[in-house]
């Protein structure tokens, strides 16, 4: 789960970046895609 602290700085690093501001409801989605995507990658990389 993601924490409150984390979804509002996802959200500052996205305005930041791309100057869209995102719901609470889109950042969650979006950093949640993220974050299973991270998960994906590192599984299959196996250091």
Same mark, same amino acid.
């Given at each position: 789960m993601i924490?409150?602290?984390d979804l509002k700085e996802y959200k500052i690093i996205y305005k930041?970046? #791309?100057n869209i501001n995102l719901t609470d409801k889109e950042a969650l989605t979006q950093a949640t895609h993220l974050i299973?995507? #991270?998960k994906i990658i590192y599984k299959s990389v196996k250091i």
């Open positions: 924490s409150e602290l930041k970046r #791309f299973n995507l #991270f």
